[in-house]
């Protein structure tokens, strides 16, 4: 029963999306001053870190990068029940107050993480702007949640699964559309 | 989504009922939780909405307070009712207690309790979740999970490392659940205090006996030192308290003659000068401290898994709706 895997994009098109998003980040806050990446843990902390070394290597200066893990700010523990929670959330040691946090995540879909890590990120102070950048947009929102930076926008319907491949945790970077076989359609 | 957090059922009793599975997913669980409480807002909102009760029948400030603490940091609104001993049946008044608890609607009752098996009966007669904060001399499953993580915490690992539990034994629950949770891990669980207080047939839980507290130091790399509770001098299982510190009392003198250095583990309060001298407790390799830290991330733990209404649905959802 194995997943029946499409390809959206290779590793030279992620690296030339996270490239523009890069670009697209500085030239939105103006520079470096003040940024913070903050990925949402897990796949999200690995597009920031891609940010972060594109950023470096433009600008010269290694922005501020953080993480989140929003398993405690989910709203479905009721429905789903208990998960795992895998990651800390880390904060620049300067926090986060008054600064860009320009969240980051692989990823954007309904619109519930999106809106679980930024009740997350007011816990923990008060940026001064917060951005929404995605590598990949696959639509089917279910909040009224909109990203600002965006690699890759494409509609994929209800029971495929958008997955973002990353060399850290999969051994290469790619993003592959699975359908499942049991699956109606 | 590699990993998945065991299966629990409704209620936390005790550790004997529980797989070795299902305890290192309660620390693995903790881990994450000990951040929280160091945040500047020590707050997440993964139980806002949940009532809880804490249900006390017996005098407790850490517990309960630890209960409290990890209740609120996790949004919870909190109850906590304390009753002391009642004339009519225990049974029923508990059961009644608690009926008209969740006739108010609440979602979740921390018991503590004097007689042994209360916080099962309780589980058993209200659909709400019940955790056991110490029930007579059966378990006090919290308290041996923080002893766990603690221990995990410092020596890395828990399997092949060999605990001495010292003290009474006979009436502690704290020793009990220990030594569930212990052996299920894989450590070597020693028990050592007066013979009175020992007992009978104890080796059957997969323990040894050591008499003297001399060749328990000798073998353990933790002492985890019980209370002895003042009331048992009453019941004539001690002869004195200077006798019992004599025999039976953690000190520098005796701990320097340890081939390595030891861990001191105590479940508090502390009797100092009876089952552990000043310099021990305040002592290098005390963690004491750490185990009432640890006692808040894992009642956290506890009440996060056991909150989440329908672990069985995880499985399916799994995989499925958002990366």
Do not use: F, G, S, Y
């Given at each position: 029963m194995a997943h029946t895997r499409t390809p959206l994009m290779d590793e030279m098109t992620v690296r030339r999306s996270v490239s523009r998003m890069a670009r697209e980040i500085t030239e939105l806050v103006g520079g470096t001053e003040g940024l913070v990446l903050m990925g949402i843990h897990r796949r999200g902390d690995e597009i920031a870190a891609l940010l972060r070394d594109e950023i470096h290597e433009a600008e010269g200066i290694e922005p501020a990068l953080g993480s989140v893990d929003i398993t405690l700010y989910r709203d479905d523990l009721g429905v789903i029940g208990p998960r795992p929670v895998e990651g800390e959330s880390t904060l620049p040691s300067d926090g986060i107050d008054g600064r860009v946090v320009v969240i980051v995540d692989d990823v954007l879909y309904t619109g519930r993480t999106a809106r679980a890590a930024l009740n997350e990120l007011m816990d923990w102070g008060r940026p001064s702007r917060v951005y929404l950048c995605v590598l990949v947009d696959r639509g089917g929102r279910e909040l009224p949640i909109q990203p600002d930076i965006v690699g890759r926008k494409v509609e994929v319907i209800g029971n495929r699964r958008v997955e973002v491949l990353v060399p850290e945790l999969d051994g290469r970077l790619a993003v592959e559309i699975l359908k499942d076989p049991s699956g109606d359609s | 989504m590699t990993r998945t957090v065991a299966h629990f059922g409704k209620d936390l009793i005790g550790l004997e009922p529980l797989s070795a599975d299902q305890i290192r997913s309660v620390l693995d669980t903790a881990e994450p939780f000990k951040e929280i409480s160091e945040?500047?807002?020590?707050?997440?909102?993964?139980?806002?909405g949940k009532t809880i009760v804490n249900l006390f029948f017996e005098p407790s400030t850490r517990t309960r307070i630890s209960f409290e603490f990890a209740e609120k940091r996790l949004s919870a609104d909190t109850v906590n009712i304390a009753t002391m001993g009642s004339s009519v049946a225990k049974g029923e008044t508990l059961v009644d207690t608690a009926r008209n608890l969740e006739a108010m609607r609440i979602d979740m009752v921390v018991i503590r309790h004097g007689s042994s098996g209360a916080a099962r009966f309780l589980a058993e007669r209200i659909p709400s979740n019940v955790i056991n904060a110490g029930d007579g001399s059966h378990e006090h499953p919290t308290q041996a999970l923080l002893d766990l993580l603690t221990i995990r915490d410092h020596l890395a690992k828990i399997e092949g490392t060999r605990v001495c539990i010292v003290g009474d034994i006979l009436h502690s629950r704290v020793a009990r659940s220990n030594i569930y949770g212990l052996v299920k891990l894989g450590a070597e669980v020693g028990v050592c205090g007066p013979p009175t207080l020992m007992p009978v047939g104890i080796e059957e839980l997969g323990v040894q006996v050591f008499r003297r507290l001399e060749e328990a130091i000798e073998w353990a790399d933790v002492l985890n030192v019980l209370r002895l509770q003042l009331e048992r001098m009453q019941g004539g299982y001690v002869p004195s308290l200077r006798e019992y510190n004599r025999v039976y009392g953690v000190s520098t003198a005796r701990l320097e003659r340890a081939p390595k250095d030891i861990l001191i583990l105590h479940p508090g309060p502390m009797n100092r000068g009876v089952e552990i001298d000043s310099d021990v407790a305040d002592g290098p390799h005390s963690v004491i401290l750490k185990q009432v830290t640890n006692g808040v991330a894992v009642r956290m733990a506890a009440l996060y898994l056991l909150a989440g209404g329908a672990p069985e649905k995880a499985e399916s959802a799994k995989g499925g709706i958002e990366a």
């Open positions: - | 945040r500047r807002i020590k707050k997440v909102p993964v139980l806002r």
